[in-house]
């Protein structure tokens, strides 16, 4: 089995930054891409990025492209994601996954193993 512990989340005000990391452990070489999901209240689970262990990212909007950086340590088994000029529209829980496949997209269905999340909110 695989083990993904999010940490990094809290309270920041608009504008801000936060830098959410997610250690893997385990299983580990049973992945390949790793990715952030985040759930606002009362939404659905929406895809925000993922990488491959190669270094390809994949984002769900030029927004948070913009915005957000995924990285990951493949040593550290660990992925990072880097964001700033935070909205209150980022508001969210945030999960951090790892996919079997190389190149998953941004389904809940291309991705096998789940961090249990990490709030992120963004005050005004």
């Known amino acids: 089995q695989v083990q993904l512990v999010e940490s990094g989340g809290g309270l920041v005000q608009a504008g801000g930054s936060l830098r959410l990391s997610c250690a893997a452990s385990?299983?580990?070489?049973?992945?390949?891409?790793m990715g952030w999901f985040r759930q606002a209240p009362g939404k659905e689970r929406t895809f925000v990025a993922r990488?491959?262990?190669?270094?390809?990212?994949?984002y769900r909007t030029d927004s948070e492209k913009g915005r957000f950086t995924i990285s990951r340590d493949n040593a550290q088994n660990t992925v990072y994601l880097q964001m700033n000029s935070l909205k209150l529209e980022d508001t969210a829980v945030y999960y951090c996954?790892?996919?079997?496949?190389?190149?998953?997209?941004?389904?809940?269905?291309?991705?096998?193993?789940w961090g249990q999340g990490t709030q992120v909110t963004v005050s005004s």
């Open positions: 996954a790892a996919a079997r496949t190389t190149f998953p997209g941004g389904l809940d269905r291309d991705y096998d193993y």
């Open positions: 385990g299983r580990t070489f049973s992945f390949n891409a």
């Open positions: 990488i491959t262990r190669g270094g390809s990212s994949l």
